[in-house]
């Protein structure tokens, strides 16, 4: 009988060492080769100096700002190889902490490292962030820090080269060498991870004010055509966020805009700039697309709220302590109220189609009954729960629903506000006092919830720690839709859908039945989302099943839409296809048709109105 020696287990790593604020001591050179477009490969060399031999450990970026959880894409990274003086050094890869990189330096001054960033060629893989015409590079995905220093104490000198006809936009300044390598300014960690790069071949840039750009990439030239009157619903963005908030939390900002179908859609907050991926007919068909326009607003708020002002446990001070989103509700929610506000006050939308979305968004959480167990406070944690994965019974589970239940409790609270005030102050004054203070510079500033009551408490005497308490921390039975009415508005339904809501569906290419049937399907008929306990719930109906026909038809958007307008007589026998199986399901909808609307209520204080209407001054 023979023996074998196993091998023996390697000593356990010790976790990398805490971030002190020193400053690491020499700038480290980074260098991105971003010219393998076709493959979507960007190559990464850097070069650090290092004192003396000793144990070095190297982190890659994973808790990151605007992603609210870990998100970074640590399995792209390859190839890694860190070589001194010549010689190949040996790394280990912590078991744990898989982002952190251990290895021994001999008795030199300078260390190079070398690793790709394979970026994902297909959406299956993970976020397609380049093209052969474009990309969105996050400066997290091609670099490697040293552990023990906050990221502002780490600084960098960063370089790209592109393929040779590119242009590109960022928030750091930047040269073009004589041999076409891009230099961007010297900056530090957080300020490099937080200044993405938008480059392409067909590229425009249009300024909007001495401050504020908006650069385009798309997939075809002919997509760039924007007209005069488009640029101007941008530039009045702009215009309506300075009277809005009164002043800039910046000294530059970038909008970086990619239209295509080909990278993932996206919308990424920054401090001085933003990466946004629309459709690409955002401008050439600007009619059709109406609902995509509210990406721009969204991400321009966040410059205030969520960049310069931030929930405290929000804030770390490298990229490896663990986020606590405690006040999403803030950060996220009243950015999604901004953002409605601003689409009208900006003419991004007419009046009618924000209270199209607002009437949607009202009723879509009227109807979820999954804040009769979960309150809303809890699902700040969804990012880290479940990084935004499909869910099979959203309406239940419940999902983020700080950004548009949020929405809907600070309209109660601007609502509440006019009507303490006898309709002098409003959530303008809050936003001013809250976001516009900037008292030099544009550094994060953080906060507690104690400073978002003191400075309610300024604009109007309440009781808002109550207020919030009572609407964050426990559960209710229906949306909190108190602010609509008090605005003068109501929730009805009719059995025409509004005009934003028809081209929200058409955009999406679906069929919104959620108030008839409880169901939404593709204009092909596979399900995508069922109402928990709805009568779709009742009839045993599933996200990823395909209604197949109606009765004895075909299935067919404008059927199944005849079917439910007609159901108020008899219910609807449904042929499903699930897996290989067919089978058939009665469907009740006795109240036939149901779409949501707003409607003005007699007598009371037009309040929605104002809040929607442009500020002259």
């Given at each position: 009988?023979?023996?074998?020696?196993?091998?023996?287990?390697?000593?356990?790593?010790?976790?990398?060492?805490?971030?002190?604020?020193?400053?690491?001591?020499?700038?480290?050179?980074?260098?991105?080769?971003a010219t393998d477009v076709v493959r979507g490969i960007f190559r990464v060399r850097?070069?650090?100096?290092?004192?003396?031999?000793?144990?070095?450990?190297?982190?890659?970026?994973?808790?990151?700002?605007?992603?609210?959880?870990?998100?970074?894409?640590?399995?792209?990274?390859?190839?890694?190889?860190?070589?001194?003086?010549?010689?190949?050094?040996?790394?280990?890869?912590?078991?744990?902490?898989?982002?952190?990189?251990?290895?021994?330096?001999?008795?030199?001054?300078?260390?190079e490292i070398e690793f790709q960033f394979l970026s994902p060629t297909d959406a299956a893989q993970g976020r397609v962030i380049c093209t052969r015409e474009m990309f969105c590079m996050p400066w997290s995905s091609v670099v490697l820090y040293p552990a023990g220093h906050f990221a502002r104490q780490i600084m960098l000198d960063p370089r790209l080269t592109l393929p040779d006809d590119w242009q590109l936009a960022c928030a750091l300044t930047h040269d073009r060498e004589p041999d076409g390598t891009i230099r961007f300014e010297r900056t530090s960690l957080d300020v490099l991870v937080d200044s993405p790069v938008l480059a392409g071949r067909h590229f425009r840039r249009e300024d909007l004010d001495d401050q504020v750009s908006l650069t385009m990439v798309a997939d075809m030239p002919h997509l760039l055509t924007a007209n005069a009157e488009q640029i101007a619903v941008h530039r009045s963005v702009v215009e309506q966020a300075d009277r809005l908030f009164r002043?800039?939390?910046?000294?530059?900002?970038?909008?970086?805009?990619?239209?295509?179908?080909?990278?993932?859609?996206?919308?990424?907050?920054?401090?001085?700039?933003?990466?946004?991926?629309?459709?690409?007919?955002?401008?050439?068909?600007?009619?059709?697309?109406?609902?995509?326009?509210?990406?721009?607003?969204?991400?321009y708020v966040h410059s205030w709220n969520g960049k310069h002002r931030r929930g405290a446990d929000s804030w770390t001070p490298d990229f490896e302590q663990p986020i606590r989103n405690s006040l999403m509700w803030v950060y996220e929610g009243q950015t999604q109220y901004w953002t409605t506000v601003l689409c009208a006050r900006s003419g991004m939308w007419t009046a009618k189609q924000a209270l199209g979305a607002l009437a949607l968004t009202s009723a879509r959480y009227d109807v979820r009954p999954g804040s009769r167990w979960r309150p809303m406070i809890d699902t700040t944690r969804d990012p880290v729960i479940a990084a935004r994965s499909p869910l099979p019974w959203t309406s239940?589970?419940?999902?983020?629903?700080?950004?548009?239940?949020?929405?809907?409790?600070?309209?109660?609270?601007?609502?509440?506000?006019?009507?303490?005030?006898?309709?002098?102050?409003?959530?303008?004054?809050?936003?001013?006092?809250?976001?516009?203070?900037?008292?030099?510079?544009?550094?994060?500033?953080?906060?507690?919830?104690?400073?978002?009551?003191?400075?309610?408490?300024?604009?109007?005497?309440?009781?808002?720690?109550?207020?919030?308490?009572?609407?964050?921390?426990?559960?209710?039975?229906?949306?909190?839709?108190?602010?609509?009415?008090?605005?003068?508005?109501?929730?009805?339904?009719?059995?025409?859908?509004?005009?934003?809501?028809?081209?929200?569906?058409?955009?999406?290419?679906?069929?919104?039945?959620?108030?008839?049937?409880?169901?939404?399907?593709?204009?092909?008929?596979?399900?995508?989302?069922?109402?928990?306990?709805?009568?779709?719930?009742?009839?045993?109906?599933?996200?990823?099943?395909?209604?197949?026909?109606?009765?004895?038809?075909?299935?067919?958007?404008?059927?199944?839409?005849?079917?439910?307008?007609?159901?108020?007589?008899?219910?609807?026998?449904?042929?499903?296809?699930?897996?290989?199986?067919?089978?058939?399901?009665?469907?009740?909808?006795?109240?036939?048709?149901?779409?949501?609307?707003l409607e003005r209520i007699p007598d009371r204080p037009p309040r929605l109105d104002d809040i929607f209407s442009p500020r002259l001054d």
């Open positions: 009988m023979s023996h074998h020696s196993l091998p023996q287990p390697l000593p356990d790593l010790p976790d990398p060492p805490t971030a002190r604020d020193e400053p690491y001591g020499s700038v480290l050179h980074l260098h991105v080769d850097q070069t650090m100096s290092v004192g003396g031999a000793g144990e070095i450990v190297l982190l890659y970026p994973r808790w990151l700002p605007g992603f609210h959880s870990p998100q970074a894409p640590i399995e792209l990274l390859a190839g890694l190889r860190i070589r001194a003086a010549g010689r190949e050094l040996v790394w280990r890869r912590h078991p744990v902490k898989v982002n952190a990189f251990h290895f021994d330096v001999p008795e030199v001054s300078s260390i002043s800039r939390p910046f000294d530059r900002f970038e909008m970086l805009l990619a239209l295509s179908d080909s990278l993932s859609a996206e919308g990424i907050e920054h401090h001085r700039s933003f990466e946004a991926v629309s459709v690409p007919g955002y401008f050439t068909q600007w009619d059709a697309n109406v609902t995509r326009r509210d990406t721009i607003p969204h991400e239940w589970q419940r999902s983020e629903d700080y950004y548009s239940e949020g929405a809907l409790i600070w309209l109660d609270v601007d609502t509440r506000i006019r009507e303490l005030s006898d309709d002098a102050r409003s959530l303008d004054d809050f936003a001013r006092i809250f976001f516009g203070d900037v008292k030099g510079g544009w550094a994060t500033c953080t906060y507690e919830f104690a400073d978002v009551v003191e400075a309610l408490e300024t604009v109007a005497s309440f009781d808002w720690a109550e207020f919030f308490r009572e609407q964050l921390h426990e559960t209710h039975e229906r949306a909190p839709l108190v602010g609509l009415e008090r605005g003068g508005y109501r929730l009805v339904y009719r059995d025409e859908a509004s005009g934003y809501q028809r081209a929200y569906d058409a955009e999406l290419g679906q069929v919104d039945l959620t108030h008839s049937l409880g169901l939404t399907t593709t204009s092909a008929g596979r399900i995508t989302d069922v109402l928990w306990e709805s009568a779709a719930f009742e009839a045993g109906l599933t996200v990823g099943s395909t209604i197949v026909g109606i009765g004895d038809r075909r299935f067919s958007p404008d059927e199944i839409v005849q079917a439910v307008r007609e159901a108020a007589a008899e219910p609807i026998t449904l042929a499903i296809g699930q897996g290989s199986g067919l089978h058939r399901v009665t469907v009740k909808a006795p109240n036939g048709l149901r779409y949501p609307h």
